[in-house]
Each structure stands twice: as C-alpha cells, then as structure tokens.
C-alpha cells in the first residue's frame, strides 16, 4: 500500500541527494539516518569501485571531416572512432596546448569532446554514485564558484581539472583550502582573467567577485569607503578594499608566454606566482595593512582574511541551507550552520562538519518537501527513481542548456538563480516534460522498466500507478493527478493493456509513457 505522505527517509533523502531510490530509504531505515549520514561524510578519495568500473568502460563516438594540409597550418585527417573518455585524465598543459592548435592542426570537435566528456561523466556520477551527499556538494560548489564554458576556450578546456582535481577532493573539506585551490585554477583565473593581471592594471573585476560572490557577499559591500566609525574588518568591504585586494592578487597568473622574471614563460597553462606582474601595493585590506608582506605573501593573506571573515560564513551557509530547504530555511538550521562553520575554520574537514550539523542537529531535514527541483535534478532524480542506467552520450552536453541549467552553461559569474521562481515557469515545463517524454528512448539510457515491474503491480490500472508513483514520489499525487494517470494506462493503447497483450517491447514502451508522466507532475518536482 502506497503511503499517504513521503516518510521521514524519503524526505530527507530527496534534499540532499540526487534522487531518493525505493532501496536507499530501505537503507536509510535499516542503518538509520544518523548512520547513513556518517557513512555519506566518509567516502573514499575517489569514486566507488562500481562507479570506477562504470566510468572506465565508457566510450562515445566521435565523428568529424579532416581539414587539407596547406602552406599556412598541417591540417588534420577525417575522424570516425568509438573512444575513451580520455580527456578527463588529461593534464592541463595537454589541454592548454591542443585548445591553441584548434583549426590549426586540430580540429574545433575535439576541443567540444572535453566538455562532452566532462558533461557525460556528471550525469554519470550524479545518477549512480553511491556517496550522493558529495555529489551533491560538488554540484553545489561548482554553482558558487561558477565558470561559464562561453566565455574563453582555455578556460573550457581546463573545466576537467577544475571538477576533479580542485572541487572534487574538497567538496567536504576546508572552505579556505577550497577557495585557495579555486583561486589558483587555470579555469577561474582564465574565466575571470586575473591570468592577465598585471602591476599596472590589478584586476579589479576578479576582486571584487572573490568578495561579492565568493565569499562575503554583495550584502557585506558598504560602499566606496566605510562608513564614520565603522570597523570595516568586522562590518564588511568596500571599493578600497577591492582595490586593495586586486594588487594583492597581481601576478597570480598563468604560463601563457608572458614575460617572466627569467625571461619568456612556457604556454602550460599551469598556475605561478609571477613577481613581474604583481604590483606589490595592497595596501590596507578591511582594515589590515599588507604592505608589511611581500610577493604572493599578499594574496594569501587576503584570501585568509575573506574566508575567516564571519561575513563568508553567513553568506555561504545561507546558500546552502537555501540549497537544501528552499528560498527560506529554517532559522534553526542557520544558526547551527554559522556556528559549526566558524567553530571549525581551522579543521581540515570544515564543510563536512558544517553539514553534519545541518542534517543531524535537528529534525528540520524530515519535513515535507519545501524545494522545487530544477529541471537538471528533475532529469536526475527521473534515472534514479526509476533506476535507468546511463551511458556516456552527448545527450548530457545539450539537455538543459536551452534553460541555462545544466553542466556550466550559466554564463555569468554568480552562478544560476536557486530559487523556486526561477524554475516554475510555463516554458520551463514544458521544456522538461518534453524532455522526460524523450530521455528513456535515448539510446545510452536503458531502461528495464518492465522486468522491473512486479506481477501484483499489473492486476489493475490503479495497481500499476500506485506502485510506481509509490517508488518514484513516495505518496499519492493529487486526487487528480492520480485519476488522470488511472486513465491513461486504463486506456486501449496504455500500459495495463499492454501488459495482458503486448510483448516485451510494447510494454516498456507503455512504462516508459507512465514513468515520464509521473516525473511531469508537480509532486515529482517538489523535494
């Protein structure tokens, strides 16, 4: 029998995962939440062994036209291969050199099959992953502090070793270990070009984004200059501090074949602290004077300053805890989200301490959905509940784009809007429910919607609704819904006839119509 309402495991599940599976609540009431929260704050180092497996049998086609030798470039020949996702191990002096041969000696296809790899891999993780939490977290990371694939080719191409080797391993680690590895990323500093900072021109831009969006938050701007008796350490930022943060940050940098203090640079692509462009006039930072410090001494103190600010920790718990509960969390969970954050600024495994204390310091996490899912954790949550195997494919490139949400497509800085608004418009349903519709006939998604269907679940229309609308929400949809859905399998061409006449395929076929129905319907997109 279906449930009246989602359960406690279900509920708290769908906030914080991709997706809450029929047997991950069975888990979760097994073990217990406590448990399983313990368990998803302590994954290994890298992917489990099952998703490892997974990702290093994933190949996808590539196909493009070669382009002639002439007197002005070598050209490249025709390409038709099933490959390896092999860019994502890739290092970045690999990547930085082949973005630069594009339409030269390579061709601009194998520049777009990083961020294809890249995309597929996610969608990947996102569905099978057994430590949802993290995924969850790198996600939400790679939000925060986003890098929008349009605005340079470098900085696309560096997006692999930007997910996995700077959000990845610190998605639950130390916000200040974070923001240094984000800072010192060829991606960001291509993307907000402090890569070309120099003595005479700081990057004031790059600056103030490390501030407004990165850490303290625009709420903590007070203006051109402090106001009379403020302590601008304590109360927040100002122009000046901009200023001052961007001299401290000149000369963090990139190889890029500019002037060194031993001559030219390579073009690696890799990060160095480059004293020929680093201005060395900081000056006071909210109040701190960095002139007493020298050479990249000055960055990294300012970016001390920023994360230990408890203005950082306001803002960014507040993303969070919006991220998990919706547009107004509950004051409750704020406040121990802050605390554990600045309680902990100095322990390697400061996030993971500041969501433990979200999801385990009250019952706040158990209450009834409160979040609209947007429509990439919509695509998501649809493979997992409905338990879809996912290929590589360029499906994952392209869905969601069109909304701007899917795997770094939101152009700006600030990264895309979370709130509830942003994702309850007209077009943007019947965006998704096209795409539902569309998603099982793909062909790296396989479905076994119909082995998957238990006998009992087929003795009548409103059986085989309820089991799945059991296993895909948890609880009956609206009277209306649930009628709606009754109709159409009971209907001559629907999945219950199906059953009693059709063979195999027309049965999945007819599931895979209810599936996508059910994951249209506004109960489906609450978590």
Same mark, same amino acid.
């Given at each position: ?131 949802? !939490? ?244 919509? !695509? ?43 994702? !309850? ?6 965006? !998704? ?95």
């Amino acid at each position: 029998m279906t449930p009246s309402a989602p359960g406690f495991e279900r509920r708290a599940l769908n906030r914080v995962t991709f997706g809450a599976r029929s047997e991950d609540v069975e888990h979760v009431k097994h073990i217990g939440w406590t448990a399983w929260v313990d368990e998803q704050l302590n994954p290994p180092v890298g992917d489990d062994p099952a998703l490892a497996a997974r990702l290093q049998a994933q190949t996808m086609r590539l196909k493009y036209l070669g382009q002639a030798q002439t007197d002005d470039m070598p050209g490249w020949p025709d390409m038709d291969q099933v490959r390896p996702l092999r860019y994502l191990t890739a290092d970045v002096p690999t990547l930085w050199d082949m973005t630069r041969k594009v339409q030269y000696s390579v061709a601009s296809e194998e520049l777009a099959r990083i961020g294809q790899e890249l995309k597929a891999t996610t969608w990947i993780r996102n569905t099978h992953s057994i430590f949802q !939490i993290r995924e969850f977290m790198v996600d939400f990371w790679n939000n925060h502090f986003n890098i929008g694939q349009q605005a340079d080719s470098f900085a696309a191409a560096a997006l692999p070793d930007f997910d996995q080797n700077v959000i990845r391993p610190r998605a639950l680690g130390n916000f200040r270990d974070l923001l240094g590895a984000v800072a010192t990323s060829p991606a960001m500093l291509r993307y907000l070009n402090n890569a070309a900072s120099t003595a005479a021109h700081p990057n004031e831009n790059y600056a103030r984004e490390i501030l407004e969006l990165h850490t303290l938050g625009r709420s903590a701007y007070l203006g051109i200059s402090a106001p009379a008796g403020s302590d601008s350490q304590d109360a927040g930022f100002t122009d000046q501090d901009v200023i001052a943060l961007s001299h401290a940050l000149s000369g963090w940098t990139l190889e890029q074949g500019q002037d060194g203090p031993g001559g030219a640079l390579p073009f690696t692509g890799r990060f160095l602290f480059n004293p020929v462009q680093h201005s060395g006039r900081a000056g006071k930072l909210m109040g701190t004077d960095l002139s007493a410090l020298t050479g990249a001494q000055q960055g990294q103190r300012a970016l001390d300053m920023a994360a230990d600010h408890p203005a950082t920790a306001a803002f960014v718990c507040t993303k969070l805890c919006r991220r998990i509960f919706g547009d107004s969390p509950p004051a409750t969970v704020l406040d121990r989200a802050k605390t554990a954050w600045l309680n902990n600024r100095k322990q390697p495994d400061q996030i993971k301490r500041v969501v433990e204390a979200i999801l385990l310091g009250g019952d706040e996490i158990g209450g009834l959905p409160s979040k609209v899912r947007r429509p990439y954790e919509r !695509i998501i949550a649809f493979f997992r509940t409905t338990n879809m195997e996912i290929s590589a494919s360029e499906t994952a490139y392209t869905a969601g784009r069109p909304l701007g949400d899917g795997i770094y497509v939101w152009p700006t800085p600030e990264g895309r809007p979370d709130t509830d608004a942003q994702w !309850i418009s007209v077009p943007v349903n019947f965006f !998704i429910w096209n795409m539902l519709l569309l998603l099982p006939f793909q062909p790296a998604i396989h479905t076994s919607l119909a082995t998957d269907t238990p006998t009992s679940a087929t003795s009548s229309a409103e059986a085989l609704v309820g089991y799945w609308v059991a296993r895909m929400v948890g609880s009956p949809l609206r009277a209306e819904g649930m009628a709606a859905l009754i109709g159409d399998v009971a209907a001559p061409g629907g999945a219950l006839a199906a059953f009693k006449i059709g063979g195999i395929t027309d049965i999945e076929i007819a599931l895979r119509r209810l599936v996508s129905l059910i994951g249209a319907s506004p109960e489906f997109a609450m978590r």
